[in-house]
T-cell receptor
Framework: AQKVTQAQTEISVVEKEDVTLDCVYE???????LFWYKQPPSGELVFLIR??????QNEISGRYSWNFQKSTSSFNFTITASQVVDSAVYFC?????????????FGKGTMLLVSP | NAGVTQTPKFRVLKTGQSMTLLCAQD?????MYWYRQDPGMGLRLIHY???????AKGEVPDGYNVSRLKKQNFLLGLESAAPSQTSVYFC?????????????FGAGTRLSVL
């Protein structure tokens, strides 16, 4: 069975602080994909990044960066110089093959509150 | 550029009533999904479809039925609503089922069952 753990339920920071959201996963698959989604207060889920199990290079996109470490089964997400607009719930997800078709298993999410 | 559209956005039901949630996508995606989101639980898969005319059970299928009569539409039905089905429901679609494909989500339907 696959599992995604986001141990941080809620994080509060002050604007301009850096913040890291943790994601730990469990899987028996050798090939898998990991995702991060953002859910702002408006409610929709927005895709942020996808990473496959064979690519352990860190990725940076503006103020966002992701650290994938297969050895520790972690896929952590860092926001540098946080802004109020970063306030949202962030979900980590793992793709899973289920009867030949892939489905996503989500973590429970981390609520990030950025105050001015 | 609609993407995934869910109707209605909000609904209040009484216990025992029935209703259907509609999901429509205009991206010609083969695969569609229904999730529910509950506080502290993340998103859990209810049912999914790998193509027109097909459906399959997800993690929490009990109390729900689905149909995929047209490729672009995926309907979620509650035959006899229960308070435990109070939740936010999300529909998603993806180009195919292989593991790397991104799922695109609708804006959600907030359902309250009294």
């Amino acid at each position: 069975a696959q599992k995604v753990t986001q141990a941080q339920t809620e994080i509060s920071v002050v604007e301009k602080e850096d913040v890291t959201l943790d994601c730990v996963y469990e899987t028996r698959d050798t090939t898998y994909y990991l995702f991060w989604y953002k859910q702002p207060p408006s409610g929709e889920l927005v895709f942020l990044i996808r990473r496959n199990s064979f690519d352990e290079q860190n990725e940076i996109s503006g103020r966002y960066s992701w650290n994938f470490q297969k050895s520790t089964s972690s896929f952590n997400f860092t926001i540098t110089a946080s802004q109020v607009v970063d306030s949202a719930v962030y979900f980590c997800a793992l793709s899973e093959l289920n009867s030949g078709y892939s489905t996503l298993t989500f973590g429970k999410g981390t609520m990030l509150l950025v105050s001015p | 550029n609609a993407g995934v559209t869910q109707t209605p956005k909000f609904r209040v039901l009484k216990t025992g009533q029935s209703m259907t949630l509609l999901c429509a996508q205009d991206m010609n995606h083969e695969y569609m999904y229904w999730y529910r989101q509950d506080p502290g639980m993340g998103l859990r898969l209810i049912h999914y479809s790998v193509g027109e005319g097909t459906t399959a059970k997800g993690e929490v299928p009990d109390g729900y039925n689905v149909s995929r009569l047209k490729k672009q539409n995926f309907l979620l039905g509650l035959e006899s609503a229960a308070p435990s089905q109070t939740s936010v429901y999300f529909c998603a679609s993806s180009y195919s089922s292989i593991a790397k494909n991104i799922q695109y989500f609708g804006a959600g339907t907030r359902l309250s069952v009294l």
